[in-house]
């Protein structure tokens, strides 16, 4: 390799992208599990579930955001290289668990501003929330280490376009 080539940086892909975001959620989800960790052994004082909610809802939104990306734009592209073992099915099912576990965690957060004393109410928040952040780091690791690969191996420069393409549009619409 000349000492130019060495120099070359090679080409975005979509897998980059995405594994971009993955990083900037696990971030968020380190800050959640620190604020998890707040709750006290008295309840939840307000200050402490106004963070919590805040982080909850930016991994809400960024995820939305994210899950569209992979659905809409990555799986459809990706499907015809995946075979009946290694298919999408679990990635798309973690995403419906995630939405389900989004609404336990809210109702949760909501149950402990009803009473900020009610220790039970400040345990099922922190549950919910932990499976929620181990939940999210299992599946992120399962797509950057089998399927982003797959992608990074068998996609078609012109298949990347058509991703990155489809990627704006969802960009341009969030």
Known sequence: M???AANQTRPLRPADVLKHEHRRIEERLGELSDALGVLGER??????????????SYIDREMAVHHRKEEECLFPVLAPYLDRHLNLDGRIADHEDLKIMSGKFQAAIDECRDDDSDLFAAQML???GLYIVHLV???????????????EHCLSEEEEAEIFRRF???DTSS
């Open 168 to 170: 704006r549009t969802i």
């Open 126 to 128: 922190r549950g919910y």
């Open 43 to 56: 309840g939840a004082e307000n200050s402490v579930l106004d963070r919590i909610e805040e982080i909850a």
């Open 137 to 151: 780091l299992e599946h992120l690791l399962k797509e950057d280490q089998i399927l982003f690969l797959v992608a």
């Open 2 to 4: 000349t000492p130019a």
